[in-house]
């Protein structure tokens, strides 16, 4: 969510803000703040890769207008036009100002700067278009999830969402996040699991 448009959320997000009406949000909250935070300019990013476009994972992007977004083959046409039970998830308002810009889908498992360090999986199910991101680092790898997992007590169930796009797609996805992680192959950073963000440093105050 811009800065401009988190103190007036009616206009930005229609029926949705009623379901979102006791969530906090700062200003310093903000992804392009974040990006700051970090000592660089949201004009430094070049490439942005979007797990899927739900609105709490895409309201920041018109913030980076010179940046290539990576998306996976499916989520954009389902964003702009989705199921009627799941309107309420994707904001136009966030979409439309990105139209112009450089997007590249991918239909599949993709390494990103063909040396492992940045992979992109297709964790579809959650949304038609649901990926995860495999960040290699030194001695470290992590797998950012986006959606595909919520919380943690999924990857001993392996339940789906009610809400998920394709509920059996989205337990496949989900069984393949928890191998990697039980192979020892990387650590998962679940995006609405408490515990993940105690765990791992970030900026976000
Ligand atoms: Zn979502």
Excluded at 26 to 53: E, F, M, T
Excluded at 111 to 136: I, N
Excluded at 196 to 202: F, M, N, P, Q, S
Aim: aromatic content about 8%; overall charge neutral.
């Amino acid at each position: 969510m811009s800065s401009r448009n988190r103190d007036r959320p009616r206009g930005l997000l229609g029926p949705a803000t009623e379901f979102l009406r006791n969530i906090r949000f700062s200003q310093d909250q903000v992804v392009d703040r974040q990006v700051k935070l970090h000592g660089y300019r949201p004009s430094d990013v070049k490439y942005l890769v979007v797990s899927h476009l739900h609105l709490d994972h895409s309201g920041g992007m018109k913030l980076f207008p010179d940046a290539q977004f990576l998306v996976m083959k499916g989520e954009l046409p389902y964003a702009y036009w989705p199921d009627r039970k799941a309107r309420n998830g994707f904001i136009l308002n966030d979409l439309l100002p990105t139209r112009s810009f450089n997007w590249k889908e991918l239909a599949g498992d993709t390494d990103l700067f063909d040396d492992g360090s940045l992979m992109m999986l297709k964790t579809a199910g959650h949304t038609p278009g649901e990926c995860s991101l495999q960040v290699r680092l030194k001695d470290f790898s992590i797998v950012l999830t986006g959606d595909t997992v919520h919380i943690r007590p999924q990857l001993r169930t392996l339940a789906a969402m009610d809400s998920d796009y394709d509920q059996a797609d989205a337990s496949a996805s989900i069984k393949r996040l928890r191998d990697i992680e039980t192979s020892g192959e990387a650590k998962l950073w679940i995006s609405h699991a408490p515990e993940d963000w105690a765990h791992y440093a970030h900026v976000m105050e």
